[in-house]
């Protein structure tokens, strides 16, 4: 089938970030460590005796200082407010001991203290930081939570769990701590949020089939928490083993995600995870590609799973460049973290990885151009490549016009859920506010913005027409009210392109909707089009312009049926007999001038008492003719 | 009203210029029904209508209109110079005094419905033929003998109100299925822009229109009173063969199109296309599929290629007949709603001379309506309808037969709407009053302008 290509899009849709993070690369004298709650590299020269650099992505969260070697570090990581450096080293002989160091503006203090796991023969398998002046220590017996008082350098047990725990998995987005137990058949989600633990609900995994600490990752995605495992091919049919899927399996967030979501990746081998713009991101480093997912796509659920395949076929990131030289992409020293991080340890440098949206409509099916264009109605910066998308759509409506409609339902698919929500949110108030359902509005193109944007800069395509009533009708099926940007631009293209016609009979159907402007554009076309002008006072009437109408029907030298208006109206006492009068004489019918003038001068009568009309009204000359005519008969 | 068999007398065109010279009057007679009308009393027929024709234009720029005499009354019709197309009915007459005519009034045909049956048979020629002054004069004999031959002794006026008003019947959709309909022409229209649809009809109701108005009617009643009774018929005979037609087919020409010589049988019209300013000659490739009738246009300057027309009915076919099939669940969910509402104890007809649309209050249809219109009353219609000029653009005009019948004709902005109410003990305001609230119930969204 062929396929639609964006013009000037991106063959790759994704990209690492293009000047990447230097940092002095690992060797046997200098250490390497990275933080990913602060997205910090920590590079140890020394043992920190010729110096530790931090390097964060912002400038603002890098720093270097001195310190003393005082063993090999395992673990060394800042606090949230980077005010306390904690490290922790591999004392063979020592208890499970954690260091600290009070800095301040990013240099250190000579405060310095360290603290003991409480369990004595505890192993501490790592430490994190929930939340500032917090720090929980994972170890095989369980879970400490301790607060730091820095300025007493001395720490405080806040809570402790106990579980035996072989390695664990965090998650600094939603301090979520994930401990695998039970040689990794059991895995328990902790949250360490409020300065507590909660247990959370264990995910029960296939006995048969335990799971490595590489294949188990923490995931934030779609505002919920996720753990994400790997499941290889079954070891039963080791001769050819099956590929490899990527199980999401949800542990908290708002209702609405409680599927297991499979990834189906189609390849076996080594991955690696990232999240970027809520889409997953599975790299495969022996095909050197990298396939999407968005567990956000409408599918429906089997026995409470929900299975996705990538959102386009696997293509690389784009390669990119260290200095002036390419360099190697999905290298064996590439260390991933969450969540969109890539190390490259041996070259030194830090990279994000980011998406370009362009380039996911680089090579589309033609009846997955709708379903990549509902993909990026949920991606941050999306909106750009959807109207370069419709723009071509609509400059090649002759081949795509199926689908530009397609397109138009998705957008405005969108759109009405966002407008039953708001909605819903206003009448409800707060109540609707805490039962949001899981509906991301990234991108939404309001009608004005598909017109601005797009639509009128088509004034000039062969299948406008076709266009507009396409984008009229995904108006209409679902059921939004066509507004004035978009009635009007329908007006304009119907009338120029010579389907007058057409543009009545859906005025007729009642497919515009009414609108004073409207009714006036077609007013105006009036003199051409009589279906038009009789349309517009239909319009004009049900819309209570009835001002309007008399006004109309003046100047078309209908004065009886002006006037009948206004008494329909109640506008009947206030009508200027002026206007009224001279409309009558300008219709050359005397009957009718006869009688307008006798309604006028009953009028008076009931109004003021007397039948005469005042100086202000200037009828004079009206009286006058009005005696003339009366006189001949 | 008019029974063709009995109160046609006669129905001939004829041209003065055809025969100039004494002993050729026979050659001026372009058509003469009934064909075995004798040679002399078809030259004394239209000897008088030539000399009336004459006669009259000494007197009047405006060409005559008709002749009255006792027991007959003439309708000339002019559409092209020169060319007269007459209609003689028979007039019931009596030597009885003048009262007692009165009360077989009903059987006398109203000439505006006389006029109209001229002008129709005139258009519907004109379509599928052209104009009279076109053709040459050797062949414009045998070209009028076969197509008013059928024509005339096909049309079967009754009693009946849509005879009186010539309008469209419009099918009243929701949006989405109407949307649907307009975005399938488009779909069909970019993917084949050889063919142009000029309308969608589904049973005998308009949904799409693609002509000027007044061909579209022509082409409409076509359609209405000619071709699709005969299909219908068609489907109901062969009950086995229309299911395996399911997916439709090219109804016109009628045998259809299964090979490349069916393509010498497509018709050639002469239409003026809705937004168009000039009357073109096309091909007519008409389409059905369950109730939905399609008709296309075709330049007949295009050349036609079989495979075109095979892949075209691949592209409708399936398509069409889902639409057709949403249209008909919209229209038994609309037959259910107007079922509930509470029918308007009194009829009314409404017709906008724009489109034409035509609606009247209970289901068009001929049986039952016949039986609920009095010939009377519904020649009060007529002349209310035919006497534009009177009512005009805004009025109203209410009249009380001496049977208790109000008929009510109002007129505004292009539109006209008429009631009847039979009411004994009635006055006028009250009849006003009914009448306003009717047009307010019925015609919602419309605006009459208010007395």
């Known amino acids: ?633 | 009203m008019i029974d063709v068999k009995t109160k046609i007398y006669s129905f001939f065109i004829f041209n003065s210029s055809f025969g100039p010279r004494e002993g050729e009057e026979l050659q001026r007679i372009l058509f003469y029904h009934p064909s075995q009308t004798s040679a002399d009393t078809q030259k004394m027929q239209v000897g008088l209508c030539e000399a009336v024709v004459k006669f009259m234009s000494t007197f009047s720029s405006e060409p005559c209109e008709a002749l009255q005499t006792q027991s007959k009354r003439y309708i000339f019709y002019q559409p092209e110079k020169g060319y007269w197309m007459v209609l003689v009915v028979r007039i019931p007459y009596t030597t009885k005094a003048l009262s007692a005519i009165g009360e077989s009034r009903g059987d006398v045909v109203d000439p505006s419905v006389m006029y109209d049956l001229l002008k129709s048979a005139y258009k519907m020629f004109r379509m599928f033929r052209g104009l009279f002054k076109d053709f040459p004069i050797e062949e414009i004999y045998s070209v009028c003998d076969q197509f008013f031959t059928p024509y005339i002794s096909s049309r079967n006026l009754s009693n009946d109100i849509s005879d009186v008003i010539q309008g469209i019947n419009y099918l009243p959709l929701d949006k989405n299925s109407f949307f649907k309909v307009l975005c399938f022409i488009d779909l069909l229209e970019v993917n084949y822009p050889h063919f142009k649809c000029i309308s969608f009809i589904y049973n005998e109701q308009l949904i799409w229109n693609g002509l000027a108005t007044h061909d579209m009617l022509t082409l409409y009643q076509y359609l209405v009173q000619t071709l699709l009774p005969k299909q219908v018929a068609k489907e109901i005979q062969g009950g086995a063969v229309a299911a395996a037609q399911r997916h439709g087919r090219f109804i016109h020409p009628p045998e259809g199109i299964h090979n490349k010589e069916d393509l010498q049988k497509l018709v050639k019209v002469h239409v003026m296309r809705e937004d168009d300013s000039e009357t073109k000659q096309y091909y007519l490739v008409i389409y059905r599929t369950l109730s939905a009738t399609i008709c296309f246009t075709v330049d007949v300057t295009d050349e036609l290629e079989f495979e075109m027309f095979r892949s075209l009915d691949a592209f409708i076919g399936p398509q069409l007949s889902s639409i057709a099939s949403t249209i008909s669940e919209q229209c038994s969910i609309h037959a259910l709603q107007t079922a509930q509402l509470a029918a308007s104890e009194h009829k009314f007809v409404y017709f906008n001379r724009l489109n034409l649309a035509f609606k009247t209050s209970p289901p068009p249809n001929k049986l039952h309506l016949s039986t609920t219109i009095k010939p009377e009353v519904l020649s009060i219609i007529a002349s209310i309808h035919a006497d534009k000029k009177n009512l005009g653009n805004y009025g109203e005009i209410i009249i009380k037969t001496p049977d208790e019948y109000w008929i009510t004709g109002k007129a505004s902005n292009d539109r006209e709407f008429y009631v009847i109410i039979q009411e004994k003990n009635a006055n006028l305001k009250e009849i006003a009053d009914e009448v306003r609230r009717i047009c307010e119930a019925q015609m919602k969204g419309i605006f009459f302008y208010p007395m």
């Open chain 1, 1 to 633: 089938m062929a396929k639609f290509c964006l013009k000037d899009s991106d063959e790759y849709y994704l990209a690492l970030s293009d000047q990447p993070k230097r940092f002095d690369a690992d060797s046997p004298v200098t250490n390497v460590f990275f933080d990913d709650s602060n997205g910090q590299v920590f590079t140890v020269r020394s043992g920190g005796v010729t110096g530790v650099t931090v390097n964060g992505m912002e400038e603002s969260k890098s720093t270097s200082f001195r310190m003393e070697d005082r063993g090999p570090i395992i673990s060394i990581k800042f606090s949230p407010d980077l005010k306390i450096l904690a490290i922790q080293r591999n004392h063979d002989n020592q208890n499970a001991t954690v260091e600290f160091v009070n800095f301040n503006d990013l240099t250190p203090t000579n405060v310095e203290y360290s603290h003991t796991c409480k369990w004595k023969n505890a192993k501490i398998l790592g430490f994190v930081w929930p939340r500032v002046n917090e720090i929980a220590f994972i170890t095989d017996h369980g879970i400490e939570l301790l607060q730091v008082l820095p300025e007493k350098k001395q720490l405080k047990s806040l809570k402790n769990t106990t579980f035996s725990c072989a390695w664990f998995s965090w998650c600094s987005q939603s301090n979520i701590v994930l401990l695998a137990g039970n040689n990794g058949v059991l895995l328990q989600p902790f949250s360490l949020n409020n300065s507590t633990i909660t247990k959370l609900q264990k995910l029960e995994l296939d006995m048969t089939k335990p799971v490595v600490e590489r294949d188990v990752f923490i995931l934030r995605l779609c505002e919920a928490t996720w753990c994400a495992v790997f499941r290889h091919g079954h070891s039963a049919t080791v001769s050819s083993p099956g590929p490899t899927e990527v199980w999401l399996m949800p542990i908290t967030g708002p209702s609405g995600y409680h599927y297991t979501h499979v990834l189906k990746t189609g390849l076996v081998g080594r991955f690696a995870v990232n999240v970027v713009d809520d889409l997953i991101v599975v790299h495969h480093q022996s095909s050197q590609t990298s396939q999407l997912f968005d567990i956000m796509e409408d599918s429906k659920p089997e026995n409470n799973i929900m299975i996705h395949i990538p959102v386009v076929p696997g293509v690389s990131m784009k390669p990119a460049r260290v200095g002036e030289q390419l360099c190697p992409m999905y290298s064996d020293t590439w260390v991933v973290f969450q969540p969109d991080y890539i190390i490259d340890a041996r070259l030194g440098c830090l990279w994000r990885v980011k998406l370009i949206p362009s380039g996911l409509a680089h090579s589309v099916p033609k009846d997955e151009i709708a379903k990549i264009v509902a993909v990026l109605l949920r991606r941050t910066d999306g909106k750009d490549t959807i109207y370069r998308i419709v723009h071509q759509l609509v400059t090649e409506a002759g081949t795509y016009l199926v689908q530009l409609s397609e397109v138009f339902d998705e957008i405005h698919s969108v759109y009405r859920k966002w407008a039953d929500l708001e909605v819903a949110r206003n009448t409800a108030g707060q109540a609707a506010e805490l039962a949001r359902p899981p509906h991301i509005f990234r991108v939404l193109i309001s009608q004005s913005d598909m017109c601005g944007h797009v639509l009128q800069q088509h004034a000039d395509d062969k299948y406008l027409v076709q266009v507009v009533t396409a984008y009229v009708a995904s108006l209409c099926r679902q059921a939004l009210v066509v507004q004035q940007a978009a009635g009007e631009l329908a007006v304009r293209a119907l009338v120029t392109r010579g389907a007058a016609g057409r543009l009545r009979a859906a005025l007729r159907r009642g497919l515009l909707g009414d609108a004073r402007p409207l009714a006036c554009a077609l007013l105006s076309l009036g003199h051409l089009d009589a279906g038009a002008a009789q349309l517009a006072l239909d319009m004009l009437w049900r819309l209570r312009g009835h001002d309007d109408v008399v006004e109309v029907l003046l100047s078309r030298a209908e004065p009886v049926a002006a006037a009948g208006a206004a008494r329909a109206a109640g506008a009947w006492p206030q009508l200027p007999p002026r206007k009224l009068l001279a409309a009558a004489r300008a219709s050359g019918a005397l009957p009718a001038f006869v009688a307008l003038y006798h309604a006028l001068r009953a009028r008076n009568e009931r109004l003021r008492g007397s039948p005469h009309f005042l100086k202000a009204e200037q009828c004079d000359s009206y009286v006058e003719y009005y005696k003339q005519i009366t006189a001949e008969q």
